[in-house]
């Protein structure tokens, strides 16, 4: 067994040390209050029920020595299985998808092959993935139910996904330009779902990793085998008060650096919120006709141009709350338009200004449907303060303070957190 080792973070390692954790970044990507069903297509729940054979006997590492190994990790080629799962404290999603989806999932035109739609239903419950990857080009993730598989499968620049329960597949061309330009950010981890989804373990400790600096603690926490393989455990955890993450615990291949499972708990206790892992995995490079696709005869299929048609004609979540557009949330920790960022590390606060005051619209106003009000409610606690009267939209993960001026300050820090922060900003 690996004997514990510890490295205080200030930016993930020292100076000249390659890796997602090099230099100070600060969280700020938020999700806005109304849009908690989306809160797992930033933070997707994976949680696997795999094997183990005991606590593997390593050699001693350090947590910088760790983090470079995941960083200078090249393995661009594996398949497998990840058996995933969610509690983020929300009600199931189920029909709340056509509900709160631009178009209607499967409804009103929409395709239920549309990767935008079909993947807020791993916000809730548990599924499981079969992914494979070959270099930044070539992915596929399926999502597999007892009697039907959902696909999507990049290849080049054509994107295809299918539905097999619907006989429905949709369809679109990659802007080549665009694809180069996030292919570090995405491609690399072999990701093909739409951007901030993550489906592999790789993909989401890259995302706490960069988040990781003077505020966060790494240490090396022994030995664990996962799907068949030898791993170290990284846990990476907030030094600060207030946040709704207890701690992140990573297992990273031992041989060649790829995480193999991700388990984010939570600092109230109990169940993890997130925790992903593969339950196996071979690096052999995959069979081509795992990135081939043809659709069957007689498929319906919707092309992106009129999918993008379909979604602007249609609500969604973002146009429940006016104003508070994800676009607006600044980045580096920074202010940008309506928003001001709070804070640093794992407490940050990201206060937006809804454009002339508008507070949370409601089933009166006929702005929210009767599915997506009842969800809202469900979600939503009355608060008061120095600020006035509000609501805190509340998840294991991601809290959100609406007041009834219109002012939303949302972070992953407790409802406390929020209201202290919305006091002192009054």
């Not at 696997?48 to 080629?77: H, V």
Request: glycine share 14%; no cysteine; proline share 6%.
């Amino acid at each position: 067994m690996a004997p514990n080792d510890s490295a205080e973070t200030n930016g993930g390692t020292n100076g000249g040390t390659r890796g997602p954790a090099a230099g100070r970044r600060k969280a700020a990507r938020y999700i806005v209050p109304v849009a908690v069903a989306g809160v797992a297509a930033a933070t997707i729940g994976l949680v696997p029920a795999l094997a183990s054979s005991g606590d593997p006997d390593l050699p001693k590492i350090s947590a910088q020595k760790l983090i470079e190994k995941i960083a200078a990790s090249d393995t661009e080629q594996l398949s497998g299985t990840v058996k995933i799962s969610t509690d983020l404290g929300i009600p199931s999603l189920g029909g709340l998808a056509e509900s709160f989806a631009p178009g209607g999932a499967g409804g009103k035109g929409g395709s239920s092959a549309d990767p935008q739609e079909r993947m807020t239903e791993l916000a809730s419950g548990t599924h499981t993935l079969r992914v494979a990857a070959d270099g930044p080009d070539k992915q596929r993730v399926s999502i597999l139910d007892d009697t039907s598989e959902y696909s999507l499968i990049h290849n080049g620049d054509q994107v295809w996904a299918y539905d097999s329960k619907s006989d429905q597949a949709y369809h679109a061309t990659e802007d080549r330009a665009g694809k180069d330009a996030g292919r570090d950010a995405g491609k690399k981890s072999g990701n093909p779902v739409p951007e901030g989804v993550p489906t592999t373990p790789k993909a989401l400790a890259e995302q706490v990793l960069k988040a990781a600096g003077p505020t966060t603690s790494v240490t090396v926490d022994g030995t664990a085998q996962v799907a068949g393989r030898d791993a170290y455990k990284l846990v990476v955890k907030p030094k600060q008060s207030g946040s709704t993450i207890g701690s992140v615990v990573v297992a990273v291949d031992a041989e060649n650096g790829v995480p193999l499972k991700f388990t984010m708990l939570p600092s109230s206790g109990g169940k993890a919120i997130v925790d992903a892992g593969f339950t196996k995995v071979d690096f052999s490079k995959p069979d081509a006709s795992s990135f081939t696709f043809a659709p069957p005869k007689g498929t319906e299929v919707t092309e992106a141009d009129d999918a993008k048609a379909e979604h602007k004609a249609g609500k969604g979540l973002g146009d429940l709350i006016p104003g508070a557009d994800a676009a607006q949330l600044g980045a580096g920790g920074k202010s940008a338009g309506n928003t001001k960022i709070i804070g640093e590390g794992w407490s940050t606060i990201a206060e937006i200004t809804t454009p002339g005051g508008t507070g949370i619209p409601s089933k009166a106003s006929g702005d929210v449907p009767a599915e997506a009000q009842q969800f809202l409610d469900a979600l939503g606690d009355k608060v008061t303060g120095k600020f006035g009267s509000g609501t805190v939209f509340k998840t294991r993960l991601v809290n959100a303070l609406m007041t009834d001026d219109g002012k939303v300050y949302v972070g992953a820090v407790t409802k406390d957190a929020l209201v202290k922060a919305a006091n002192s900003a009054s």
